[in-house]
């Protein structure tokens, strides 16, 4: 190419590229600032371009610069550059992608590819035949450096392979499966990478055998990274391609047994990873049955701490002084508010095993040490233990209680935390089988939590947690009393790991025991308020969490004087003390939400500072969000304070009702909350909504003004791909209804044929048809001749979406709505009466008055049809649902 430096200007610009290695931040910072002014003149990619591949007596260090701060600016400002200048650069990478040092050639191989990104295949047509032809070069260093590109390339293009315009993925998949054979493990490994990218790609499936046939030729590598990659192949193979490992599963299961115990711990990981995918396959009962014997084993070893792990422990014992690095403690990000007609309980996907806490809050490893919290062999091997006690359920006991009595007794106790670590595992796929042994493993797992050492006594803590359910339930109370009393005090531990797992697993076990905990709440609260004294901010976090949770559990038994004095005090000390730019508001404000649900009219005395402080915390962030400066130029609100405060306005709403009303009557919170409504950001709008709804509850008069702004705002948000907005917005729309009565009707328009939409639709998840269908019902109920026409139109998916949910005042108004529309329109409902009758029988114990209107529509129908047609009508349903109608309304 034609272009040549300046030799003043090139001095200069080096000079910048070594002044940006130096120590000092200042000059750092000051050269920086330079190389940004300079970025956008064109010839000074030009200089950079050529201190990277032709300034070959400088430095790596500071070609590499060259090249990142390049890659940088093609990043960012590459459909600015002159068209010289992108040919230049195409024209020198390709041309020093076999540079002698293997970190400039991965600097071009990232640039090359970061070009492509921006150019695409189609304007940049030789790019692929170019580093094909320097792959067969028999040049190593062309090879190699080639092959990083394609490699980065395949990575960037992978999931639209079969669609990339330009991109000869025909033609490139046989090449990378021919050099899966290469005599190099580096381009052995690129080749098997590369090839990982396109599993799903449909040019894929002609050379499916040959793949599988040279991934066994080099399954058995020197080179750990070759085995890794296999290993990641087949595992790939397995998830995508299923059908064409068939004739090769066994010899592929007894690869993955001796690989899952590689001496090089990334192979192992990798294989192991193979147990996870093969447990989601139909054919993995009969696949791996012959196998167990060998594989529990293997996994039941891989959930050791490793000697290095052994080493980050420190086993330092007594450590809760200590106090947390800024960089232990993750980002906490606030869930905002779901309303629901009726409870869910929450699932929690982290199964942690044993390094992480199952709070559904936190997803991250208890342990201090980053690399303790990175997926590890120990973890993928619990999981797959766990999965697999899933699908073959008490059928893995045989092989695995011999193997359980031997670690769990045994004297080491890196053998002996492992042990009780497996326990933990198979506690749901296992139970049944498991039932005759938990009396003793029970006693011996409390009694773990005074072990001498402490990840004997975190793990113990975790694996009770999966027991919680069966303690809760056992007749006999000592096992709950002994478990609620040993939890404490661990709770109270002198090390950390051990306070965070039992705080998390007192969590597991508040849920599962709700009012059972009564008899025991001056203790509880005793040890929770205790532990603010000891925990350090990182495990403070969590605590939160554990008044929370005991407050959603326990309900309104919280509302007592004496237990109220020794809970509010520090948890307001805490608030108080909190600025409210701190992120470690969010669990405190959302304690203090189920806090306020719990304690009703005991929140009273409290109500007034959390309200005023909430309300500000919303007008703070609306106005930093309005703020009329460029948005590269300021930093953003963090839109989490509003919806934390949004969400606690809801709770507190919720718990000391209409004595809101004074403190609505002195804010502007509804003329803030019409803003929420409209801004942005789906989380906000949700808690927003959440609140509409409770402050609709709960002061009406106060929302009464805003009805006309609101409604419209509610209708546009009944959008289901928006799922939680969508479920908000439906419940506040009912909620109005009950409070507007008739004064709803020129509202229909913008609400109902939205509701009814999402009612039909087959995706829909559970929470949101139940809340959508209630909300039908209840504008049925004050609007019956509006909405009754359209009742054929929702009458069967509204009946099977009611009808499992529990008797509650909203089902009431909802069946109390849609009785009054087959009053007004039962031909509406006489195609799908059985469905009607069905969602009838679901109740337990309807009030008086709606059960006698059931009992009239029945049997109006059963008058209307004729004695014989009603019989040969009912001898359709269920037996159940049959002799439930007749035993109850006579029919």
């Known amino acids: 190419m034609a272009w040549q430096p300046n030799e003043v200007d090139l001095r200069q610009i080096l000079q910048l590229l070594k002044e940006c290695q130096s120590p000092n931040t200042g000059i750092q910072t000051l050269v920086q600032n330079k190389l940004e002014s300079l970025s956008c003149y064109p010839d000074f990619n030009n200089y950079l371009v050529f201190v990277l591949t032709k300034m070959t007596t400088e430095d790596d260090h500071t070609r590499s610069l060259a090249g990142l701060i390049l890659k940088n600016n093609v990043k960012s400002h590459y459909e600015k550059f002159p068209e010289n200048v992108r040919q230049l650069i195409k024209y ?4 020093t992608i076999g540079d002698p040092s293997p970190l400039i050639r991965a600097i071009v191989a990232i640039l090359i590819t970061a070009v492509a990104r921006n150019d695409g295949f189609a304007e940049w047509q030789d790019l692929i035949p170019a580093l094909f032809q320097l792959v067969d070069s028999g040049n190593y260093e062309a090879c190699e450096g080639a092959f990083l590109a394609l490699h980065n390339i395949c990575e960037d293009v992978a999931d639209v392979a079969d669609v990339v315009s330009g991109l000869p993925v025909d033609f490139m998949i046989p090449k990378f499966i021919q050099y899966i054979k290469h005599y190099s493990p580096k381009i052995r490994s690129l080749a098997v990478a590369c090839i990982c990218h396109f599993m799903q790609a449909s040019t894929i499936l002609p050379h499916i055998q040959d793949l599988i046939q040279n991934l066994f030729s080099v399954a058995n590598d020197e080179s750990g990274e070759v085995r890794k990659n296999v290993c990641h192949a087949l595992v790939t193979l397995l998830g995508i391609r299923i059908s064409q490992l068939v004739p090769f599963l066994n010899g592929i299961i007894e690869y993955m047994l ?6 090089d711990g990334n192979v192992a990981l990798e294989a192991c990873e193979f147990w996870l995918i093969i447990a989601e396959q139909s054919i993995c009962k009969e696949a791996l049955r012959p196998y167990l014997p060998s594989l529990v084993p293997v996994l039941v070893s891989g959930m050791k701490y490793s000697e290095i792990d052994v080493m980050l422990l420190k086993d330092d014992e007594h450590d809760e002084g200590i106090p947390d690095k800024e960089e232990d403690i993750k980002p906490r990000f606030h869930k905002p508010k779901l309303q629901s007609h009726q409870h869910v309980n929450g699932i929690d996907d982290n199964q942690g095993y044993g390094d992480v806490t199952t709070d559904n809050n936190y997803d991250d490893d208890s342990d201090d040490d980053e690399m303790l919290s990175e997926w590890n062999l120990r973890k993928c091997s619990a999981a797959a233990l766990d999965i697999l006690a899933s699908v073959f359920g008490n059928d893995l006991l045989p092989v695995l209680l011999p193997i359980l009595k031997e670690v769990l007794f045994n004297s080491d106790w890196v053998v002996k935390e492992s042990g009780i670590l497996v326990l933990g595992a198979v506690a749901e796929g296992c139970l049944r089988g498991l039932n005759q042994h938990l009396p003793t493993l029970i006693p011996f797992l409390i009694k773990s939590l005074s072990d001498d050492k402490a990840p004997v006594r975190s793990i113990a803590c975790w694996t009770l947690s999966r027991y919680a359910h069966w303690v809760v339930n056992q007749s006999e109370k000592s096992f709950f009393q002994d478990l609620i009393r040993e939890l404490l005090k661990s709770l109270l531990d002198s090390n950390k790991r051990v306070q965070e797992a039992a705080c998390s697993a007192f969590a597991t076990l508040e849920e599962e025991a709700c009012s059972a905990l009564v008899p025991y709440l001056e203790h509880i609260i005793q040890t929770l308020v205790f532990a603010f004294s000891k925990y350090q901010r990182k495990n403070l976090l969590i605590l939160y969490d554990a008044f929370g949770t005991l407050a959603d559990s326990v309900g309104h038994h919280l509302n007592k004087p004496e237990l109220i004095i020794m809970l509010m005090p520090p948890l307001i000390q805490k608030w108080n003390a909190l600025q409210d730019q701190d992120r470690d508001l969010f669990p405190l404000l959302e304690c203090l939400s189920s806090i306020a649900i719990a304690l009703q009219s005991g929140f009273l005395p409290y109500a007034e500072p959390v309200f005023q402080r909430c309300v500000s915390l919303v007008e703070q962030t609306l106005s930093q969000s309005t703020v009329q400066i460029p948005i590269d130029q300021y ?17 507190l709403t919720e718990g000391i009702d209409k004595n809101i009303d004074s403190l609505i009557g002195k804010s502007n919170l509804l003329a803030l909350l019409y803003q929420c409504m409209q801004d942005q950001t789906d ?26 702004d609101m409604m419209p705002l509610l209708g546009k948000n009944l959008n289901p791909d928006l799922v939680s907005v969508c479920n908000n917005s439906a419940w506040a729309i009912g909620e109005m209804a009950m409070q507007m009565g008739p004064d709803v009707q020129p509202y229909l328009p913008l609400v109902l044929d939205k509701l009814i939409e999402i009612l039909n639709r087959d995706d829909i998840p559970k929470t949101l048809l139940e809340n959508t269908a209630i909300t039908v019902g209840r504008l049925g109920y004050v609007c019956p001749h509006e909405v009754a026409p359209k009742l054929p139109n929702f009458i069967q998916k509204w009946c099977k979406a009611l009808r499992c949910i529990r008797d509650n005042e909203e089902k009431d108004s909802a069946f109390r709505g849609i009785c009054r529309m087959i009053s007004v329109n039962p031909g509406g409902v006489v195609q799908d009466f059985m469905y009607f009758c069905d969602a009838v029988a679901s109740w337990h114990s309807p009030k008086e008055d709606l059960k006698e209107t059931f009992h009239k529509i029945l049997h109006g129908f059963k008058m209307q049809v004729g004695e014989e047609n009603w019989r040969n009508f009912s001898n359709q349903f269920p037996q159940p649902l049959k002799e439930r109608l007749a035993n109850s309304y006579g029919v």
């Open 258 to 263: 001796v690989r899952t115990q590689d001496e």
């Open 635 to 651: 930093d953003q609100p963090d839109k989490d304070f509003m919806i934390v405060a949004l969400d606690l306005l809801s709770g």
């Open 92 to 95: 020198e990478c390709l041309h």
């Open 683 to 708: 989380e906000v709008r949700q808690s927003s909504f959440a609140l509409l709804g409770d402050l609709t509850k709960a002061c009406f008069g106060h929302v009464q003004q805003y009805v006309g």
